[in-house]
């Protein structure tokens, strides 16, 4: 079974990066999609980035390409997204989740996932 924790979020002025973190006990390279949500306050849950089956594959939310980057060591167990060139639209509660996959493309929206992490909060101040 899948168990997903986040970390990394905080608060941060336009222009910075942040580094979040996700461990992912239970989700093997050959098996699972690995993804990042987001939600801000009044807003629908939205896909940032995916990563997998056994991270040859990743996509991206267009309003995120060239300044997110999701990766996964699988001998860490760790999700991480890479964020930089942050913007206040960024702001919201990101959350790390799972699921098995047998197609060669992980899907980015969220009615596709089962698992998810317990949120972390970022802000970006302008």
């Known amino acids: 079974q899948v168990q997903l924790v986040e970390s990394g979020g905080g608060s941060v002025q336009a222009g910075g990066s942040l580094r979040l973190s996700c461990t992912t006990s239970?989700?093997?390279?050959?098996?699972?999609?690995l993804a990042w949500f987001r939600q801000a306050p009044g807003k629908e849950r939205e896909g940032v980035a995916v990563?997998?089956?056994?991270?040859?594959?990743?996509n991206y939310a267009d309003s995120v390409k060239g300044r997110f980057a999701i990766s996964h060591d699988y001998a860490k167990n760790t999700l991480y997204l890479e964020m930089n060139s942050l913007k206040p639209e960024d702001t919201g509660m990101y959350y790390c989740?799972?699921?098995?996959?047998?197609?060669?493309?992980?899907?980015?929206?969220?009615?596709?996932?089962?698992?998810w992490g317990q949120g972390t909060q970022v802000t970006v101040s302008s």
């Open positions: 990563v997998g089956p056994g991270s040859g594959y990743s």
């Open positions: 989740t799972a699921v098995v996959w047998s197609g060669s493309m992980c899907p980015i929206r969220d009615w596709a996932y089962n698992t």
């Open positions: 239970g989700a093997t390279e050959s098996r699972y999609c």
